[in-house]
């Protein structure tokens, strides 16, 4: 169960982000790097963004500040899908060496 939890499970999901994200981050045939980092990066970057609301403004400012924490949310979410996967990796790699250690 722990290598579910720990290595199928952020491995699938990561994938399956990359294929359902394709059609977003690929631009005429090449990957633009900012919208495969939001793709990837707000799944994870959710619980991380600043929710930072204008009080006193107008919309336009609201807006900029709201699109602000959507962007710095979806890089610290990118650099956690970045670590996930590394650490189901290393999981992954002591499950195979040690099998029956973690079962």
């Not at 204008?54 to 990118?78: D, E, F, H, K, R």
């Not at 899908?81 to 590394?86: D, E, K, Q």
């Not at 790699?93 to 029956?100: A, E, F, H, L």
């Amino acid at each position: 169960m722990k290598l579910m939890k720990n290595a199928v499970i952020p491995v699938a999901a990561v994938m399956a982000l990359a294929y359902l994200g394709q059609c977003i981050y690929m631009v005429d045939g090449h990957i633009d790097w900012f919208r495969l980092c939001l793709v990837f990066g707000l799944p994870f970057g959710i619980p991380y963004m600043l929710w930072v609301v204008p009080i006193g403004g107008n919309p336009a400012t609201s807006v900029v500040v709201l699109v602000l924490n959507v962007i710095v949310g979806a890089s610290i979410g990118s650099l956690i899908a970045v670590f996930a996967l590394l650490r189901a990796a290393v999981y992954m790699t002591r499950w195979i060496v040690n099998p029956g250690r973690d079962r």
